[in-house]
């Protein structure tokens, strides 16, 4: 499967503790994305990387989120003193710079649910 | 602020017939749209894109529509089918005014009845 893959697919955690997510993308993708998905609603975009680069954070993206991409291949997503609100689908996706189209692949997600 | 809206959060068709989705939008900035399809506990798919130089775009069953002086776009899927049951959203980009994010609208659940 040469898909974008996510790791773990479900998380439970109490309020307060770390969480930490995993992303590898399609392999020959340079672009990487974040995105979190709330009940009834649609993906709304935290922060993307272009290689290891971070080009673009959301309003959303809080100091307690952070996103890496060490080496320009796959992501982690870390969020510190996790808050019942956080309780979401986190969502990743990449996808080739320099096409003439923005087609985004998305992975299975990891729902992390906090107590 | 929503920039990408779907109004109709459900649509229900008969196998066989037209399903018809749509979206509107608020950013005059947006030059990319796309729809992407969701099955429950998977991530979205990605269905047909059009480029804002273009009104129309299709793909076997799949035929996007976009409107740009309405700043609407609308997805044709013909005929339906059962295995078309999902959650739809439209999402856009302005990709060349150098933000390379998706934005989504909420959400449309379409059930195609056998």
């Known amino acids: 499967d040469t898909g974008v893959s996510q790791d773990p697919r479900h998380k439970i955690t109490k309020r307060g503790q770390n969480v930490t997510f995993r992303c590898d993308p399609i392999?020959?993708?340079?672009?990487l994305y974040w995105y979190r998905q709330t009940l009834g609603q649609g993906p709304e975009f935290l922060t993307y990387?272009?290689?290891?680069?971070?080009?673009?954070k959301s309003r959303l993206l809080s100091d307690r989120f952070s996103a890496e991409r060490p080496k320009g291949s796959f992501s982690t997503l870390e969020i510190q003193r996790t808050e019942q609100g956080d309780s979401a689908m986190y969502l990743c996706?990449?996808?080739?710079?320099?096409?003439?189209?923005?087609?985004?692949?998305f992975g299975p997600g990891t729902r992390l649910t906090v107590t | 602020d929503q920039q990408v809206k779907q109004n109709s959060p459900s649509l229900s068709v008969q196998e066989g017939r037209i399903s018809i989705l749509n979206c509107d939008y608020t950013?005059?900035?947006?030059?990319?749209f796309l729809w992407y399809k969701k099955y429950p506990a998977e991530g979205p798919t990605f269905l047909i894109s059009?480029?804002?130089?273009?009104d129309k775009n299709e793909d076997g069953r799949f035929t996007v529509f976009l409107n740009k002086s309405a700043k609407h776009l609308s997805l044709h899927i013909v005929p339906s089918q059962p295995g078309d049951s999902a959650v739809y959203f439209c999402?856009?980009?302005?990709?060349?005014?150098?933000?390379?994010?998706?934005?989504f609208g909420k959400g449309m659940k379409l059930t195609v009845n056998p």
């Open positions: 059009i480029s804002s130089i273009k």
């Open positions: 990387f272009q290689n290891e680069a971070q080009l673009e």
């Open positions: 996706a990449s996808s080739l710079a320099g096409r003439p189209n923005y087609e985004q692949y």
């Open positions: 950013n005059s900035m947006f030059d990319y």
């Open positions: 999402a856009a980009s302005a990709g060349q005014g150098g933000s390379e994010k998706l934005v």
């Open positions: 392999s020959e993708h340079n672009r």
